[in-house]
């Protein structure tokens, strides 16, 4: 009885010191009304893979970061972002939009 009670406890302790991620929606954006520098203080993360596509034109110069296919005879770039990876506010655009950064590094990367 006693190693069901410590055990029960010890369950208790640990699951109290996890992290309690919440989605981040609109809804509880216009409930909490947080500024930019607010914004900026919480830690964002990808609920979901994120795969980043786009059609390479001809005239395309270098590839940074990701990778470049042949798809029916078009070059594509692809990005892949694991969920779970943090993300950070950058800047907000315009109304309802936010500039997340996924990645170290530029300013300019987001």
């Given amino acids: 009885m006693k190693n069901a009670l410590l ?26 009304r947080w500024s930019d520098s607010e914004l900026k203080k919480i830690q964002f ?11 390479l034109g001809d005239n395309s110069s270098e590839i940074v970061e990701g990778k470049v296919r042949v798809v029916n005879g078009q070059k594509i770039e692809e990005i ?13 655009p315009k109304a309802n939009r936010f500039a997340v950064a996924f990645e170290n590094g530029s ?4």
Avoid: H, W
Wanted: include cysteine; glycine fraction near 2%; aromatic fraction near 20%.
């Fill in 7 to 32: 055990f029960l406890f010890l369950l208790a302790v640990l699951s109290s010191c996890s992290p309690r991620l919440s989605y981040f929606t609109q809804d509880l954006y216009e409930r909490n």
């Fill in 45 to 55: 993360y990808l609920s979901d893979d994120v795969y980043l596509r786009r059609k």
């Fill in 80 to 92: 892949y972002i694991p969920r779970s990876t943090p993300g950070v506010f950058m800047f907000s």
């Fill in 107 to 110: 300013d300019s990367r987001f």
